[in-house]
C-alpha cells in the first residue's frame, strides 16, 4: 500500500510557476507508475501527466504539453510536477495517484490517491 502527500500549491499569477511535490509511504514507491490529475470546480478529474516506475517514459495531456515537466527521485520516495507557463484555466485542485494498470489517462488505472493540493492562477 501506498500513502500519498501532495504539497507546493498555491496562488500565482499568470505565466509563473510552481513546483508540485507528491511525497509517498511504503516501500514499494519505486515500483508503481505515478499520475498527476486535476480537477476543477463543477468538472471531472483530468489526467494531467504521468510518469513509469524507472522515470523512464513520461506522457502528458496535450493541454499541459511544453510547459508542465513530471519527474520523480525513487530514492526520496517522491514525484514532482513543474508547472511553468500557468494559465488562469490550470485553475483546480491538483491529486497525485499511484497507478496499478490500465490506461494511463484514466482514473480508474490508479489504486492510491492523495488529498490533493490547491493551485490557483490569478488573470
Known amino acids: 500500500q501506498v500513502h500519498l502527500v501532495e504539497s507546493g500549491g498555491g496562488l500565482v499569477q499568470a505565466g509563473g510557476s510552481l513546483r508540485l511535490s507528491c511525497a509517498a509511504s511504503?516501500?514499494?514507491?519505486?515500483?508503481?507508475?505515478m499520475g498527476w490529475f486535476r480537477q476543477a470546480p463543477g468538472k471531472e478529474r483530468e489526467f494531467v501527466a504521468a510518469?513509469?516506475?524507472?522515470?523512464?517514459?513520461?506522457r502528458y495531456a496535450d493541454s499541459v504539453k511544453g510547459r508542465f515537466v513530471i519527474s520523480r527521485d525513487n530514492a526520496k520516495n517522491t514525484v514532482y510536477l513543474q508547472m511553468n507557463s500557468l494559465k488562469p484555466e490550470d485553475t483546480a485542485v491538483y491529486y497525485c495517484?499511484?497507478?496499478?494498470?490500465?490506461?494511463?489517462?484514466?482514473?480508474?488505472?490508479?489504486?492510491?490517491w492523495g488529498q490533493g493540493t490547491q493551485v490557483t492562477v490569478s488573470s
Open positions: 510518469i513509469r516506475w524507472s522515470g523512464g517514459s513520461t
Open positions: 511504503g516501500r514499494t514507491f519505486s515500483s508503481y507508475d
Open positions: 495517484a499511484a497507478r496499478f494498470g490500465g490506461n494511463w489517462d484514466l482514473v480508474q488505472s490508479y489504486a492510491y
